[in-house]
């Protein structure tokens, strides 16, 4: 019915809330960011996550990272 992004942790159906931006250096050039969505509940697994791996570059708010950026990538 709306567009609302939906959390990227897997089988979450809520409203996305955050913006993970991260970058694989083995896989990505340094200025790439994928993006993950991230409700309040899955924000700090997604970014734990992302954060031993070394990927994580950014946390925003979804509001804050649409009106900052036209480019989100899955
Ligand atoms: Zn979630």
Known sequence: MSDTPICSAKGCRADAVWVLAWNNPKIHTPERRKTWL?????????????????FLKDVVLLKEWEEGSS????
């Open 38 to 54: 991230a409700c309040e509940e899955h924000r700090e697994h997604l970014s734990q996550f992302l954060g031993v791996r070394g």
């Open 71 to 74: 480019a989100t990538d899955g």
